[in-house]
């Protein structure tokens, strides 16, 4: 009977922590160009709210992109 209980706690933790992740994960927007050095936090809160973050992904190459993540819209 232990290991019955012990073989199935594994998989409901790993569904219990995948199923909180997902619903944390926000959503992501791009917010145009932006300059090595400098934050685009601030504009993403003006847009997205206060929650919202923003950094400059440089994977782009040039002067990099402003990426927003902010709390999703609930329906």
């Not at 917010?31 to 929650?51: A, Y």
Request: charged content about 15%; some cysteine.
């Amino acid at each position: 009977m232990a290991k019955t209980i012990s073989r199935l706690v594994l998989p409901i933790i790993f569904l219990v922590m995948f199923a909180l992740v997902e619903q944390n994960m926000g959503c992501t927007a791009s917010m145009g160009p932006c300059e090595k050095g400098k934050s685009c936090t601030s504009k993403c809160k003006v847009t997205f709210g206060e929650m919202a973050n923003g950094y400059c992904d440089r994977n782009t190459g040039g002067l990099g992109e402003c990426v927003c993540v902010y709390p999703c819209p609930t329906h």
